[in-house]
């Protein structure tokens, strides 16, 4: 499968998508719009400033949004 780079314009992020080559435009897993896709790899853009690892805002991402449902579950507990 090949894999492909996108950048999403609305959140601003970098997303390493494997899919065919027929497929349809991924949507960004942040905010559901549709990615752009990266012509040239951002790695050439710089050799001094190194890109943030792919994953990692999705993975942080995920779970901050896990920690928050939690916590306010635990609320929502205390409550009662
Ligand atoms: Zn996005």
Redesign the pocket.
């Known amino acids: 499968m090949p894999r492909y780079e996108y950048t999403?314009g609305?959140?601003d992020?970098n997303h390493l998508i494997h899919h065919g080559m027929h497929d349809a435009v991924p949507l960004?897993e942040?905010?559901g719009?549709e990615l752009d896709r990266r012509v040239s790899g951002f790695r050439t853009r710089s050799s001094t400033t190194s890109p943030p690892k792919i994953g990692t805002v999705t993975e942080d991402f995920i779970k901050t949004a896990r920690d928050d449902l939690k916590q306010q579950k635990e609320e929502l507990e205390d409550n009662r």
Request: hydrophobic letters at 10%; proline letters at 0%.
């Open positions: 999403c609305t959140c992020t960004c942040l905010c719009k």
